[in-house]
């Protein structure tokens, strides 16, 4: 599979999931890592609803057999730009994203503009709603620099957890963005927890 199917692949199977659930939309949390290649991650839980066993065999015969369920991939930034502005778009008010934050450096030459167009659509598409006058607009999180993504590749976590994809730096950048924030917000399942840190300390507070 080429790095560009992988992808598609991975957008068109969130894209699954989200509408198959719709009205009752997983929550989805979601990192982007921008730049000329555009990484992204998402984590995807199901709400409390009373008809919670359903929703799980529905999502079993969707063929994933975990949940929560994880999504990671990484696409060329236009085409990134169009797959996650349907999922910011339809699914808004279940949506909470964040961003790697672009920093210009003075005398580094080597700058990436295509991260600014990135990061400028996902301001726009997430401040849209609330210009449109919808009341839940996507959860917006902090911009974080590349360092706060640290907590997550000592130790060879996303190895450890499955969400490493050999030879996609872009797609491994946000899923370990993702991972950090989820450890800080201690919101990763504790069956998870114990294959990535099992005598580690977790710090407190959220991203």
């Not at 236009?78 to 994203?97: G, K, P």
Request: hydrophobic share 40%; net charge neutral.
């Amino acid at each position: 599979m080429s790095r560009k199917d992988s992808g598609w692949r991975a957008i068109i199977g969130l894209r699954r999931v989200l509408h198959a659930f719709d009205p009752i939309v997983p929550e989805t949390i979601l990192w982007v890592d921008p730049g000329e290649s555009t990484g992204w991650a998402a984590w995807v839980t199901l709400p409390a609803v009373s008809n919670i066993d359903t929703v799980r065999t529905s999502f079993v015969r969707l063929g994933y057999d975990n949940i929560p369920t994880f999504f990671s991939g990484q696409l060329p930034w236009v085409a990134a730009c169009e797959d996650l502005y349907s999922i910011l778009w339809q699914f808004h008010r279940a949506v909470t994203v964040g961003w790697e934050d672009y920093l210009l450096t003075p005398g580094n030459r080597h700058h990436d503009p295509h991260a600014l167009k990135v990061i400028g659509f996902l301001e726009w598409v997430t401040q849209r709603h609330s210009y449109l006058g919808e009341v839940q607009a996507p959860t917006v999180l902090t911009p974080q620099p590349s360092a706060s993504r640290t907590l997550a590749t000592t130790g060879n976590k996303l190895h450890r957890l499955g969400w490493y994809t050999p030879g996609e730096r872009d797609s491994n950048a946000a899923a370990a963005h993702l991972l950090s924030y989820l450890l800080r917000a201690h919101r990763l399942p504790d069956d998870l927890l114990s294959r990535i840190l099992p005598t580690e300390t977790v710090p407190h507070g959220g991203c």
